[in-house]
């Protein structure tokens, strides 16, 4: 089987996207600014922030067998996502979510199918993620991470885990295991604190890693990111963006970059994190998750533009 360096499996989900002067209250009625469709999901935005880094990747998970789910699937190709164990399930429905943006900032409304759009454990495929450089998740199906994971520790494959708030609020003992098999974990800054229930990244940061992660890089928007490990802590600061257009896949964006970086290039933590914030300013500045996603020649030229 062809070699893909990068798996993830999570979620592809149909983003529905309206843009708004404010954001109204109950019983209240607006126009919005703009109206869009895009393929987004946090897992499925990560993917394709690599492959426009011209890493192969692919993505193992589910959609619908209905238009929405053609759509999504098409999408991965026109991006060269590898999507041989992307399964369309009948009797399932492609999540659609929601997405408010007022002046840049996201409020983003989940699909109740994220949760019941999904693979079987038998269906995962041992050599594909045994081939792999590495296994990056973001834990929305508990239990077929957990064998996937297996797997992947088995075979010697990294792992490296999103932590989104509203996984992170199924609770410390519920994540345990999957967080400790982790090589990296890369929360924002919500997910951190919710999992550690402290008030501030830095010690948010400390107890993960004296629970015995070796990496953790939490995000912090327009704020950068925090890199944490036994020997170090250390804030990379974010970009100055002077227009931002959308935050949504912001973190992907960062995520995909940083593991380009740091897993298959062997850049150092701090350089990886300074060319995934690069990606990530470029990325805020395009409607929709992916728009802005850039390439490699697009992130070295504003990097050398900024001179950091
Ligand atoms: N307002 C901003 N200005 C500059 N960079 C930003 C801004 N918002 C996000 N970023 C970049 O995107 C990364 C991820 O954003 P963050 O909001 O922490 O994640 P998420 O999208 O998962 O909530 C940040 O670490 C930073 O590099
Ligand atoms: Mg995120």
């Given at each position: 089987?062809?070699?893909?360096?990068?798996?993830?499996?999570?979620?592809?989900?149909?983003?529905?996207?309206?843009?708004?002067?404010?954001?109204?209250?109950?019983?209240?009625?607006?126009?919005?600014?703009?109206?869009?469709?895009?393929?987004g999901?946090v897992?499925?935005?990560?993917?394709?922030?690599?492959?426009?880094?011209?890493?192969?990747?692919?993505?193992?998970?589910?959609?619908?067998?209905?238009?929405?789910?053609?759509?999504l699937?098409?999408?991965?190709?026109?991006e060269?996502?590898?999507?041989?164990?992307?399964?369309?399930k009948?009797?399932?429905?492609?999540?659609?979510?929601?997405?408010?943006?007022?002046?840049?900032?996201?409020?983003?409304?989940?699909?109740?199918?994220?949760?019941?759009?999904?693979?079987?454990?038998?269906?995962?495929?041992?050599?594909?993620i045994?081939?792999s450089?590495?296994?990056?998740?973001?834990?929305?199906?508990?239990?077929?991470?957990?064998?996937?994971?297996?797997?992947?520790?088995?075979?010697?494959?990294?792992?490296?885990?999103?932590?989104?708030?509203?996984?992170?609020?199924?609770?410390?003992?519920?994540?345990k295991e999957?967080?400790?098999?982790?090589?990296?974990?890369?929360?924002?800054?919500?997910?951190?604190?919710?999992?550690?229930?402290?008030?501030?990244?830095q010690?948010?940061?400390?107890?993960?890693?004296?629970?015995?992660?070796?990496?953790?890089?939490?995000?912090?928007?327009k704020?950068?990111?925090?890199?944490?490990?036994?020997?170090?802590?250390?804030?990379?600061?974010?970009?100055?963006v002077?227009?931002?257009?959308d935050?949504?896949?912001?973190?992907?964006?960062?995520?995909?970059?940083?593991?380009?970086?740091?897993?298959?290039?062997?850049?150092s933590?701090?350089?990886?994190?300074?060319?995934?914030?690069?990606?990530?300013a470029?990325?805020?500045?395009?409607?929709?998750?992916?728009?802005?996603?850039?390439?490699?020649?697009?992130?070295?030229?504003?990097?050398?533009?900024?001179?950091i």
């Amino acid at each position: 089987m062809r070699n893909i360096k990068i798996i993830g499996l999570g979620e592809v989900v149909v983003d529905w996207v309206a843009e708004l002067p404010f954001f109204p209250g109950p019983d209240e009625k607006i126009d919005a600014i703009s109206e869009n469709y895009f393929s987004g999901g946090v897992t499925a935005n990560f993917l394709v922030a690599i492959s426009r880094l011209n890493v192969s990747c692919g993505f193992i998970g589910a959609v619908g067998k209905d238009p929405y789910g053609d759509f999504l699937i098409e999408e991965f190709k026109k991006e060269r996502v590898d999507v041989r164990f992307t399964k369309k399930k009948a009797k399932a429905k492609t999540p659609v979510n929601f997405i408010f943006i007022v002046e840049g900032e996201k409020t983003i409304i989940q699909s109740p199918h994220m949760q019941t759009t999904k693979l079987e454990v038998s269906d995962l495929n041992l050599n594909y993620i045994a081939s792999s450089n590495l296994l990056h998740t973001s834990i929305i199906h508990q239990e077929l991470t957990e064998k996937a994971i297996q797997i992947a520790k088995s075979n010697n494959v990294k792992i490296s885990i999103d932590l989104e708030a509203q996984i992170a609020r199924r609770g410390w003992d519920a994540l345990k295991e999957i967080l400790l098999s982790a090589d990296v974990v890369i929360p924002n800054k919500e997910g951190a604190k919710i999992i550690t229930n402290t008030k501030n990244p830095q010690e948010a940061a400390n107890t993960l890693i004296n629970q015995g992660i070796p990496i953790v890089i939490i995000t912090m928007g327009k704020k950068g990111v925090l890199i944490t490990t036994e020997e170090c802590q250390k804030v990379i600061p974010a970009y100055d963006v002077e227009k931002i257009v959308d935050t949504t896949g912001a973190g992907d964006t960062f995520n995909g970059a940083f593991s380009v970086g740091y897993w298959i290039k062997e850049w150092s933590l701090e350089d990886s994190c300074k060319f995934a914030n690069a990606a990530a300013a470029l990325k805020i500045q395009s409607l929709g998750a992916r728009s802005g996603m850039p390439t490699i020649d697009m992130i070295q030229k504003f990097m050398n533009e900024r001179k950091i």
